[in-house]
């Protein structure tokens, strides 16, 4: 059974540093990974899409990357602002007929002014 | 832009009783998904749907059923409440090889 995992559990920083979020995985056999933001009483929103043939994926001030072989995944977000303040889920896409993911228990970040 | 709506934001029920969550996604996705999510646990899957009609346990079906008679609505339904099934009930949505789009969450509390 696929486990996910995300260290730290918590992180604060101040403004303007550069940071990055872990993630790692136990089954090498994915269809893809997902990075998602969380708010407070929100839903999740996806931040980035990596299929399983790709290394990395970018998106504005965010670039996640995919190490298949070593199970692990990592979320760098630069010149960090209070609004990125949030939690931040990792999910793990299967190979089965939805798709369906698993998810880690997320890094809750906290940029502070 | 994809809209999964879910019935309620919040519900508060007694031990005992039935309860629905609807949701109803606008994109004709073909998967649907619903996930309970607790502090410190995550994300966990509580049932999917590939196709109308059709259904799968997730990893914690217990004490759940699932109803999709239209492809656009999925259904959660607890046949008797438990103060255990007090969470954050978010549902999804996908297209075959899209990334899901999920619904804002229904804050469950059962008394």
């Known amino acids: 059974k696929q486990e996910v995992t995300q260290i730290p559990a918590a992180l604060s920083v101040p403004e303007g540093e550069n940071l990055v979020l872990n993630c790692s995985f136990t089954d090498s056999a994915i269809y893809n990974l997902q990075w998602f933001r969380q708010d407070p009483g929100k839903g999740l929103t996806s931040l980035l899409l990596i299929q399983s043939s790709q290394r990395e994926q970018t998106s504005g001030r965010l670039n996640a990357s995919l190490d298949k072989s070593s199970g692990r995944s990592t979320l760098y977000i630069a010149a960090s602002q209070p609004g990125d303040s949030a939690t931040y889920l990792c999910?793990?896409?299967?190979?089965?007929?939805?798709?369906?993911?698993?998810f880690g228990s997320g890094t809750q970040l906290t940029v502070l002014p | 832009d994809v809209k999964v709506t879910q019935s309620s934001r919040y519900l508060v029920k007694r031990t005992g009783e039935k309860v629905f969550l609807e949701c109803v996604q606008d994109m004709d996705h073909e998967n649907m998904f619903w996930y309970r999510q607790d502090p410190g646990l995550g994300l966990r899957l509580i049932y999917f749907?590939?196709?109308?009609?059709?259904?799968e346990k997730g990893d914690i079906p217990e004490g759940y059923s699932v109803s999709r008679e239209k492809k656009e609505r999925f259904s959660l339904i607890l046949e008797s409440a438990s103060t255990n099934q007090t969470s954050m009930y978010l549902c999804?949505?996908?297209?075959?090889?899209?990334?899901?789009?999920f619904g804002p969450g229904t804050r469950l509390t059962v008394l």
């Open positions: 999910a793990v896409g299967h190979s089965g007929s939805a798709r369906q993911l698993t």
């Open positions: 999804a949505s996908s297209s075959t090889h899209g990334a899901p789009d």
């Open positions: 749907s590939y196709d109308v009609k059709m259904k």
